[in-house]
């Protein structure tokens, strides 16, 4: 039996199989005050614990089976969506699923886009070399930008020789292609050559806006390792631990969909975020943990980009103003720009409730890829189900504290790296002496 302490718990992560929509927690915000007084012991999440986690797993694996066992129908095409999140989340029943998405992905082309966006998704997640052949005869009858994205990542996936058919195919399928973020950047993911990458280190040492603090996410291209995230201060310092060394944190911009920044739950976009504040989420797998609040734009008006007021709007150029000259033109610092453009919104930085174990043997172990947000792990105990340690806490606090601003207000830039492998702290470093900060 599900412990009683659960089942709101349950209520929320299974929300699809409830008859009922439970009402969510009111979201606490912090001020910097607060979040610097904040210690693990002060948080607990009942899901966390041994127990907790077990009957989340239980009840997501029944709820897979049972989507599993609908007969072929409208009932069962309504349920695939969630079957495949459930399935990815958990890594549970991916042979058992497969042949169903594999089945509808022929029909999709009379489907509405929603639909085609969360069956193309799952295929890109799950199955894109069994999918391939499906998604292939697909392609040419997507009329919408965003599922049509989706299945060409998708082949790209499966096979990288698709790319240039591709290029070929975008313009004679939507004409009016560069008025679409989407397909922008999938032109740019396609293009036979990747322009060169400004200077690092004139990013890392960019003013930004004067006065502010600023993380800095270091990641790798396709994400699939763990990065590192930094703190700079207010003075445009980057924090130091008291031994000297520079702070350097684990963080994991992977989504579990491995889809690019400008797609629904796609990776963390490459550029430039507003931070606005900190708060507690209502999604069950973040937690208690307050996260930053982070804001993409278009998602956040120019004001809250500049934490001023202004008469300006928004334009490629305003966002380009906050760049180093180097880096205005830069195509990857602007799938930020582009993911607010096709309307991407609530990528946070936050912490974890879910169980690394699910993700055993990947290369970005312990990280636990979401929907696209920013992830630093946390350790809970087994027991009892209560905070033990959290990256994510002490990320927050030494942002707070490197702000001197009680309404933490600052950026973030997310950039990629070259090289292969988790972002090692030594690169970090190196980039940072560069960049004379």
């Not at 020789?161 to 004679?172: F, Q, T």
Request: glycine fraction near 6%.
């Amino acid at each position: 039996m599900i412990a009683r302490f659960l089942l709101p718990l349950l209520a929320l992560a299974l929300a699809a199989c409830a008859p009922l929509t439970p009402q969510k927690p009111a979201e606490k915000r912090y001020n910097a005050a607060e979040l610097l007084a904040l210690r693990p012991a002060d948080f607990s999440w009942p899901a966390t614990s041994a127990d907790g986690e077990r009957a989340l797993r239980e009840a997501a694996q029944a709820d897979i089976r049972a989507r599993i066992a609908l007969p072929p129908g409208p009932e069962r095409d309504a349920a695939l969506p969630r079957l495949f999140e459930l399935v990815a989340q958990y890594n549970l029943e991916l042979d058992a699923a497969r042949p169903l998405l594999l089945a509808a992905l022929p029909t999709l082309g009379s489907r509405d886009p929603e639909t085609q966006r969360a069956l193309l998704t799952a295929a890109h997640t799950l199955y894109a070399a069994e999918a391939e052949p499906a998604v292939a005869a697909l392609l040419p009858e997507l009329q919408a930008s965003k599922p049509f994205a989706i299945a060409a990542y998708t082949l790209i996936a499966a096979r990288p020789s698709h790319a240039a058919a591709i290029g070929d195919l975008v313009p004679r399928q939507f004409p009016q292609w560069r008025d679409d973020p989407r397909l922008l950047a999938l032109m740019e993911a396609v293009a036979p050559v990747r322009p060169t990458q400004p200077p690092l280190a004139e990013l890392l040492a960019a003013p930004l806006r004067a006065g502010y603090p600023a993380l800095y996410s270091l990641q790798r291209r396709g994400r699939i390792d763990m990065g590192l995230v930094l703190v700079r201060d207010a003075n445009g310092r980057f924090v130091r631990a008291a031994d000297g060394r520079l702070f350097a944190a684990p963080q994991l911009a992977l989504a579990r969909t491995g889809l690019p920044g400008t797609i629904t739950n796609g990776n963390t976009p490459q550029g430039l975020f507003t931070i606005v504040g900190a708060g507690t989420a209502t999604n069950p797998n973040i937690g208690p943990t307050p996260y930053l609040h982070s804001k993409l734009p278009i998602e956040a008006t120019p004001a809250e980009f500049e934490h001023a007021d202004t008469p300006a709007e928004w334009s490629e150029a305003h966002y380009e103003s906050f760049l180093p000259p180097s880096w205005r033109g830069a195509s990857s610092i602007k799938e930020a720009w582009l993911a607010g453009r096709a309307g991407r919104d609530e990528l946070l930085v936050h912490g974890t409730t879910l169980n690394p174990a699910y993700y055993v043997g990947t290369s970005y172990f312990p990280g636990t890829p979401q929907q696209g947000c920013m992830i630093s792990s946390e350790d809970w105990d087994s027991g009892t189900g209560r905070l033990l340690a959290s990256r994510q806490l002490t990320l927050a606090q030494t942002y707070a504290a490197a702000g001197r601003r009680n309404d933490l207000a600052g950026y973030l830039i997310v950039v990629e790296l070259p090289g292969e492998g988790a972002v090692t702290p030594a690169e970090a470093l190196a980039l940072v002496t560069a960049a004379g900060r």
